[in-house]
């Protein structure tokens, strides 16, 4: 396990790297908490992941329907991606995704040793990555998130030792990275930043972290430059592209109007019904493919043809809405949940994952019907 120490303003500090899926790795954090003696523990953690970790009933009092409407069921579908990466792996090899961190937690109770949450909010991290993608990068993550879902490839204890040197969330975040480059700035870069930030500020003047091997590098190169603000860094910012957004619903209109306008009121009509048809069966479609009831189904063909025509609204989120009412998942849903997620069928089976599969699947089933309808409405305007 990797590890580096430095001193830093009369601070000395420990950086412990580990695999999150490594059972090595737990051994070797409970090792370097004994031999180094610090007067607090830094862990990989946000504060409420924290507050998770030492109270795991914390996670069946959340509400589907409450984070559909505020409009964080994306977001819970990312987290869940890179959880189902991580247990996919700790279920091959017998060990808890994050045990290490556990076993931080443990032996720094044990020894009577301050414990700081050093990571930023995990909802911060994903709504900042969220609203940093532009609307083709979007569609590029969620479906590079269903191929990893459906990409269930066997891993060998060999493999996970070689995340000492990149982490299984590194490794996942490159892999998207290729897809949307700003996904690995605001998921690592700007953590490592922080973290380091944090790092330095724990109270004590000896200090073990306990980070995935794929923040070290970058970890340490900040504490030697560290950022002074914190601020900046746990600021949501506007979404991005509030203009380009309106750029296909423009597009469409003043399609629609000049074939109404310049050619004839039947090419005007024509160019509706096929937008209506494009958008509302790859919508419907999505639904079907995420097992959706059949009511939620037609609310993805009625919503998709209004909803892609305005940027603040999605079809994904009325289909999400109306599933969550007509299946309500169960206390016990929410237990299931971290098992499920490891195998394909799960993310079908559990309720809770099949309402955000039917979010996801509807709103990518509307963002392709309505780029077809694109070359479809511009051959009625130039032949008739």
């Not at 414990?115 to 990555?129: E, G, I, Y």
């Not at 019904?273 to 009831?293: D, E, P, Q, T």
């Not at 999605?314 to 998942?329: D, Q």
């Amino acid at each position: 396990m990797p590890k580096e120490c430095l001193e830093v303003d009369g601070k000395e500090i420990m950086i412990v790297g580990t695999a999150h899926v490594s059972k090595a790795s737990v051994d070797e954090t409970r090792e370097a908490i004994g031999e180094f003696g610090p007067d607090v523990v830094a862990i990989e953690l946000c504060q409420n992941r924290y507050d998770v970790m030492r109270n795991p009933g914390t996670w069946q009092e959340m509400d589907i329907v409450k984070v559909i409407r505020e409009k964080k069921s994306l977001l819970l579908f990312a987290n869940l991606i890179m959880s189902s990466i991580q247990r996919r792996m700790g279920d091959k090899l017998g060990v808890k995704p994050g045990e290490e961190m556990r076993a931080a937690i443990e032996e720094a109770d044990r020894a009577g040793i301050a414990l700081a949450p050093v990571d930023r909010s995990v909802q911060v991290t994903l709504k900042r990555a969220w609203n940093s993608l532009t609307f083709w990068e979007k569609n590029k993550f969620l479906f590079s998130s269903l191929t990893s879902i459906l990409g269930m490839e066997e891993v060998r204890e060999e493999d996970v030792e070689e995340l000492k040197t990149k982490d299984t969330l590194t490794q996942a975040v490159e892999e998207i990275s290729r897809q949307a480059p700003t996904i690995k700035r605001v998921l690592i870069d700007e953590r490592d930043a922080y973290m380091a930030r944090k790092i330095l500020d724990a109270e004590g003047k000896r200090v073990l972290a306990v980070v995935g091997a794929g923040h070290m590098e970058g970890i340490l190169g900040q504490i030697r430059n560290p950022v002074t603000d914190l601020a900046p860094l746990e600021e949501v910012p506007e979404k991005k592209g509030g203009l380009m957004g309106w750029i296909l619903p423009i597009a469409v209109l003043t399609l629609v109007g000049a074939g109404f306008f310049r050619g004839s009121p039947q090419q005007g009509y024509e160019m509706i019904k096929w937008w209506i048809l494009c958008s509302a069966s790859m919508s419907a479609l999505g639904a079907v493919a995420a097992f959706a009831h059949p009511v939620t189904i037609l609310v993805a063909a009625v919503s998709a043809p209004i909803t892609t025509l305005n940027p603040a609204l999605a079809a994904g989120w009325f289909a999400g809405l109306s599933e969550a009412y007509l299946k309500k998942p169960k206390v016990a849903d929410f237990g299931t949940i971290h098992e499920d997620i490891i195998h394909v069928k799960g993310w079908w089976r559990n309720p809770i994952t099949r309402i955000l599969l039917v979010v996801v699947l509807v709103n990518l089933g509307a963002s392709v019907g309505a780029i077809a309808a694109m070359p479809i409405l511009t051959k009625i305007m130039l032949h008739g």
